[in-house]
């Protein structure tokens, strides 16, 4: 009699996943790892049989946040292991990596920095050793070419570098992820491609720095498809559009820094080969604070190339992130901001009250600002960009713009959510679509819609699908 030997189970992996894309990209490359070696994942800390934070240490709330979630995953687990930026982060009494966790937390099994894909499963296998089945151990086909991902089938993150060579004073990113390193040309398009193949109609281009593409390799020449091409922003951009134009999908550029050679890029955006979306991390427009940050422009220039950006591209949407209250910044310094977020008329502008980060060289400029200040501060620049942002919102009503759909259900019988070119998703607005006035019409997650913009909500719009 032939005995029948059921396949052995699976370990089960907790995964959480905290802070930026790319943090997100990361947590991606883990979990195929993991698929590949047979791991299943556990969507409860308590059905796991061990749990991996990956956290982010850029700010104090992101610090306490992943703090958190590491007691909790110990807490409802026990088996914790710790990767990304805050495993990077030495603590109070010892600057060696890894130390902030451990002294918060001296029960967790391991502690890595971030892109540590390798650190990561060696742990897993010292604690959860998983059992040899030859039906458990390869990846599915459809996830061979572009791995788990966290992000809905209809868009991803394409992280072109990893680090950053700039050492702005408010920033600790380089002591965490190390200066810039360009990831092969091909490779990256490789990636893209097979992205688009499975489906993808948005890729969400990210790095610490999109625009220094390159530098670090000297703008070498690589090779895709038997074709040489330099590994430098403006031909990557140019050969992803191309790429994404093939399968009828958008290309996104996030971290840009506004380096005169991105203006190649704005004839692409023109063209429609790329989206006419530029996320430009400018963080203040006073020449004296942006030196005291150590950044790698001045507001002067900023200005004048967000006025060729738009003589060269006029449907052009930039979106920013600044920072009010910075050690030393004055009245006047601040209200030189106001006026030129008033003036460059930033789409999109987040901005952050100044918060001290441990270990950022920031700390040591004289000038501190009490807390009540720079929240006011931060809020008077939010009065200012929200008042853009609507006179721009409302400037939309009355046209007919295509929209990417996220959300639909029953095929979109009561209408839907979906974004234009202006918005990225989960930080910028939305289009409310309403209810179809044709009952033929429908819907469908991941495909494009033409809407009539009819009104506006807030920082959303609202369409109907035409």
Known sequence: MNQIISPVAAPKIGFVSLGCPKALTDSELILTQLRAEGYD????????????????????????????????????????????????KGGATSSAAGSLVREMHPSVLAVTGPHATQEVMDA????????HDPFIDLVPASLSKIGVKLTPKHYAYLKISEGCNHRCTFCIIPSMRGDLVSRPIGDVLNEARALFESGVKELLVISQDTSAYGVDVKYRTGFWDGKP??????????????????????VRLHYVYPYPHVDEVLPLMAEGLILPYLDVPLQHAHPDVLKRMKRPANGEKNMERILRWRETCPD??????????????????????LDFMAEARI???????????EGATANALDG??????????????????????????????GATMQVLIDSAPGLGRKGGVGRTYADAPEIDGTVRLLPPQKASKVLKVGEFTKAKIVATEGHDLVGMSV
């Open 41 to 88: 994942t556990s969507k409860t800390f308590a059905g796991a049989d061990l749990v991996i934070v990956n956290t982010c240490g850029f700010i104090d709330d992101a610090v306490r946040e992943s703090l958190d979630t590491i007691g909790e995953a110990l807490a409802k687990n026990g088996k914790v292991i710790v990767t990304g930026c805050l495993g990077a």
């Open 124 to 131: 897993v296998h010292l604690h959860v050793p998983k059992p």
């Open 229 to 250: 091409i330099k590994t430098r922003m403006f031909d990557l951009v140019a050969a992803l559009g191309e790429l994404a134009k093939a399968h009828g999908a958008w």
């Open 316 to 337: 052009i949407v930039i979106r920013s992130t600044f920072i009010a209250g910075f050690p030393g910044e004055t009245e006047a310094e601040f209200q030189y901001l």
């Open 347 to 357: 789409d999109r502008a987040g901005c952050f009250a100044y918060s001290p980060v």
């Open 368 to 397: 501190a600002l009490p807390t009540e200040v720079r929240d006011e501060r931060r809020a008077r620049f939010m009065a200012v960009a929200e008042q853009v942002s609507i006179d721009k919102l409302r400037s939309r009503v």
